[in-house]
């Protein structure tokens, strides 16, 4: 299977910027779909952004859309999420997923997570 790996979150004031990668490791992230979700106390995981495993195609939430960009970099075997103009309810535990499957959804048997980044966007 494959391993994924979850860096770069961390604490900062509304309007600001965070990078999030995902390293893959035992497995070629070309295989996969990749996604991007998170959690926030009390709610429901929700996909944020998704991205094709040829790149060319890419989803996203309404609530990120216009401020987030997910990217991937076959040769690095690394997806990244960019978040800009932070807001508070962007606050959250922020997951990388790898899918078999288009598009990834949550509790099927073909996706696999990393363990998660812990993002804070301060007032």
């Known amino acids: 299977q494959v391993l994924l790996v979850e860096s770069g979150g961390g604490l900062v004031q509304v309007g600001g910027s965070l990078r999030l990668s995902c390293a893959a490791s035992?497995?070629?992230?070309?295989?996969?779909?990749m996604g991007w979700f998170r959690q926030a106390p009390g709610k429901e995981r929700e996909s944020v952004a998704q991205?094709?495993?040829?790149?060319?195609?890419?989803v996203y939430a309404d609530s990120v859309k216009g401020r987030f960009t997910i990217s991937r970099d076959n040769a690095k075997n690394t997806v990244y999420l960019q978040m800009n103009s932070l807001k508070p309810e962007d606050t959250a535990v922020y997951s990388c997923?790898?899918?078999?499957?288009?598009?990834?959804?949550?509790?099927?048997?073909?996706?696999?997570w990393g363990q998660g980044t812990q993002v804070t966007v301060s007032s």
């Open positions: 035992r497995r070629t992230i070309s295989d996969y779909a």
């Open positions: 991205i094709m495993r040829s790149g060319g195609g890419t």
């Open positions: 997923a790898a899918s078999t499957s288009w598009p990834v959804r949550p509790g099927q048997w073909s996706v696999y």
